[in-house]
């Protein structure tokens, strides 16, 4: 999973970083999203796509990352 975000589209109300605060955090000055790790582990993936489905601005993008080979990683 790849992780994208639009800090232009954050409406800062913060549902990500509840959702999954692993990934995502808010700027001190505006609570706009921040991203934390853009390929998160498996294990968090379901609470990524949460986040995602409760962004009320739709500021969340995720793309199914290519899997790495060995010499990638």
Known sequence: MLV???QEKCCGAGHCVLAAPDVFDQREEDGIVVLLDA???AELHQAVQDAAAVCPAAA???DQAPAQTPEQA
């Open 4 to 6: 994208r975000i639009d």
């Open 39 to 41: 390929r998160p582990p």
């Open 60 to 62: 969340i993008r995720l």
